[in-house]
């Protein structure tokens, strides 16, 4: 493994012994290699959340659960299950009415007309259609070193020529002055673990294709992340923001002639949804608001904790940025990081540590599932080469942050993290 430098793990064993007690909430955000400035404090588009009780629904603090906390689950219930049986009853399980459906009210969402969304059979096919119908084959596009495979499962199946880039330093978004000076033609920008980048200043310098896998419903300024490139894509796995149970996918874009195309090659190649798929992937959608919502509790759970996790827009901050950022009111006790400017989605509550590893093992020791997001051998560039990548994927880890954990699973997880790391700094 790649030491990061002194000055970084200086910073980071500063972070690690504030996350071993109980802190400040830290409201972080600063610079982002120009993926926006911090603002003031805003939960835009959202019902706004509070901790979770510290207590169970009979008023006592929770015993130590039993069996395994698990990294991830799907949030499916009574209403996909009435939704998925209706479609077996029928018979219709093909590409027919839900599939419209869903797609008119993604539309409606991110205030479209009806036609400019395309639904597919999974969220790789969803990029690979993006990247075909801007002409990527033959061509360089630009790919996020710290990123997941299907970017460069994508990009190959679109015949185009890969071109691996750095992330800004200490954030999780693609360096795009880097990504503009490779030559690449395309760039493919990922808004990681829900949160969003600015890339308006962009748009007309590269073509730009929005992977939106993590952050549906996380917004820049006052619009949904997805439609500032060309093309924004979306994927709805089983663990996903939505799942339309178990895979699913959705390009949207402003430009009908791309879309046209798009649809012709869905049709070409038989990339269709189902309307299986499109019948729980609506009931999920009507339940967006919600899942959102309870994501932020339990993020803000984390961080009443005294941790220190990824946010908006710089994500790694110190209690000097954190200083900037609070609310309009500087008492610092509103929601985290929701800026004027940037409303993420918890897709994953992330933290850094000099220890990752060491971390995710003691809390497997604990019966709670954490893992390293991105780990460094699976970057999609050379470590040497790739720096903050590098840097990014030795100090991270990701803990449960999901719907269906109840309040009593949220403090379980709080609890032994605290005192994981309080155990790491003290062994330090």
């Known amino acids: 493994m790649k030491p990061a430098n002194s000055a970084k793990r200086a910073k980071r064993a500063k972070a690690d012994a504030r996350s071993s007690k109980p802190a400040k909430k830290v409201k972080g955000a600063g610079k982002a290699n120009k993926a926006g400035k911090g603002g003031k404090s805003k939960a835009a588009g959202r019902p706004k959340s509070q901790p979770v009780s510290m207590q169970n629904s009979r008023g006592k603090v929770s015993p130590h659960l039993e069996g395994t906390i698990a990294y991830a689950k799907p949030t499916v219930g009574r209403q996909e299950q009435q939704a998925a049986a209706q479609l077996v009853r029928s018979g219709n399980m093909g590409t027919g009415p839900e599939v419209s459906m869903f797609e008119a009210e993604f539309c409606r969402l991110f205030g479209l007309p009806d036609g400019h969304a395309v639904a597919v059979v999974n969220g ?73 980048c600015d890339l308006k200043d962009y748009a007309e310098e590269i073509d730009i294709v929005e992977d939106c896998r993590d952050a549906l419903g996380a917004r820049v300024e ?135 590893e060491a971390v995710v093992e003691k809390l497997a020791q604990g019966m709670i599932e954490a893992r390293i997001p991105i780990c460094e051998a699976d970057l999609l560039g050379s470590a040497e080469k790739n720096p903050n990548a590098s840097d990014m994927s030795i100090s991270t880890v990701a803990v449960p942050i999901y719907p269906h954990l109840s309040n009593a699973e949220v403090i379980e997880i709080a609890e032994q993290l605290a005192a994981v790391m309080a155990e790491l700094v003290e062994n330090n």
């Open 124 to 196: 790789t096919v969803a990029l690979y259609l993006a990247l075909r119908a801007l002409g990527a084959c033959g061509n360089d596009v630009a790919l996020p070193a710290y990123g997941y495979k299907y970017l460069r499962a994508a990009t190959a199946m679109a015949g185009g020529r890969e071109k691996v880039c750095d992330i800004g330093e200490d954030s999780v978004h693609l360096d795009i002055d880097a990504a503009i000076a490779s030559g690449a033609r395309i760039a493919i920008v990922s808004h990681l673990f829900g949160l969003p």
């Open 222 to 356: 006052e619009d949904l992340v997805g439609l500032q490139g060309k093309l924004g894509t979306f994927s709805f796995g089983v663990d996903e923001i939505i799942t339309a149970g178990g895979y699913g996918g959705m390009v949207i874009s402003r430009q009908t002639d791309l879309l046209e195309q798009i649809r012709s090659d869905v049709a070409t190649f038989d990339l269709h949804m189902s309307d299986l798929q499109a019948a729980i992937g609506r009931v999920q959608l009507a339940k967006l608001p919600n899942l959102l919502a309870r994501r932020e509790e339990i993020f803000n759970e984390y961080v009443a904790s005294g941790f220190t996790l990824l946010d908006v827009d710089e994500q790694v901050f110190d209690e000097e940025t954190a200083a900037e950022n609070r609310t309009p009111n500087g008492s610092g006790d509103g929601d985290t990081n929701q800026t004027a400017e940037f409303t993420a989605v918890r897709y994953r509550a992330v933290l850094r540590s000099n220890d990752a």
